[in-house]
């Protein structure tokens, strides 16, 4: 066997390991009883540990250092293209883990694991006191983390180079800035022009098994396979992936918000395409691995949003949705429905706010986690930034810690870099789904029938299939000759609600 085959051999090891502790991480969030967290953080350790072993251990570390210097990651052997990449896009996954200590690993994964089970209950009990104390370990090993790492410019750029890869805080900040140059004025005119879109239809009592039978409906459309994958309900809609054979979702279901559940339902299935779509037979290695924390997330926004928020969506499935709840939906036009679900206002809860004031919240999170790696900010002074920043940027203040700065469970699990991420994931998936218009003809046509096979499959194609082949800059370009901007977004954005709220 030759060391490219032995590394590929070795990895799937790696990658089996990370899939039997996500699985347990799964079963956490979905069906766990409430008295096991202890033992299923050290059950969680374990295999972390275990799986960090094996990558940094002789049996990657061998074949790899057949093909590439282990120091900087040159690579010695002749290889193709391809193959270049490949062995390059390991090494910095062997590199990074080689940084940090075994015991380390161990730590980190027992600590956020029972944070995530304790930020879940202090968030039900409103109460950040207890989840503070934990949050503080885990931002020390975040700081320990970056020390093993090294610093990348900045702290902060260190993290977020773990979910954006090439990624620094200062293209973050001057794409933000280009989209708070236009957002901000947008949403100030669509306050001030007193439409009432009639949000308050979404707002009644909407029976949550019906709710969960269309959306079911809605996943089987869009091509998420239920033999490859099952949803479930959890406090946080996520999506976990062990392999392209075994992709689960869950969705949260609420009977007064009406597209809180279709919303998750939809996005979740989204990243879910992403996984059923790799190419399994590189399983185990970063061609069978997402681009990007970004770029995954486009995948699931543009289903969220840009199909999934679209009038031809509505066209094929309001008059079902309106059989499923006839006493609410019955007797409304589509035009009033499209409106409702399309309304923009201020809202408390990011996973619940609409398309255009969701990046506030997104550039609320990044300018807080920038305070708190990069200048030490304590914890005890989170949740009154937390409160003065939603003043500043959507212009409400949280009712409760819950309801502010303990409403996202990232940072139970040390995600500190990954928030902007959602933001970008907007940006990247407008300039794709107008590049896919342009060369699937009609497919606005297919969406209103109900048909999405043409569009999953495209994006499959110039997505999916990629792998870590390209960078998330290079694959935008790729697919649309143009470098990364925050222009089609908002000009997307602008030419929608100025229809729909008459500007």
Known sequence: MNPLEKLK?????????????????WDQETYMPDGSGAIRSEQIALLDTLSHEHLVGPAVKAPLAELVNLDNGEVTAGLSEDENRLVNEIWRDYHRAAALP???????SQITSMAQQVWAQARKENDFAKFAPHLEKIIELKFREIDYLGVKTTPYDTLLDFFEPGMTSADVTRLFDAVKERLVPLVRRIADSGVNTGVELLRKDYDVDRQWEFGVQVLNDMGYDLNLGRQD???????????????????RLNPNNLLSALSSTIHECGHALYEQGM????????????????????????????VGLSRPFWEHYYPKLQKFFPENLGNVELDAFYRAINTVEPSLIRVDADEATYNLHIMLRFEVEKQVINDKLPVKELPE??????????????????????????????????????ALGNLYNVPMMNQAREE????????????????????????HLVGRRRTAAELIEDITGEKLTAEPFMDYLENKYQAIYQL
Request: aromatic letters at 14%; a negative charge; proline letters at 4%.
């Open 440 to 463: 699937l003809k009609g497919l606005d046509d297919q969406i209103a029938r109900g048909k999405f096979a043409d569009l999953r499959e495209w994006l499959r194609t110039k997505v």
């Open 9 to 25: 051999h070795e990895l799937k090891t790696v990658l089996n390991l990370r899939g039997a502790s996500a699985l347990l991480q």
């Open 233 to 251: 309900k959890s406090a946080h809609p996520f999506t976990t992936s062990f392999h392209p054979t075994d992709v689960r979702i869950t969705t």
């Open 102 to 108: 075994k015991e380390f690993v161990e730590e980190y």
């Open 385 to 422: 930034l937390w409160n003065n920043k939603m003043e500043e940027y959507l212009g409400i203040r949280p009712d409760s810690d819950a309801n502010g700065v303990m409403q996202d469970v990232h940072w139970s699990f040390g995600g500190f870099g990954y928030f902007p991420t959602y």
């Open 279 to 306: 190419d399994k037979d590189w399983f185990g290695t970063p061609f069978c691995d997402a681009i990007s924390y970004g770029i995954h997330e486009s995948q699931s926004r543009l289903w969220e949003n840009l």
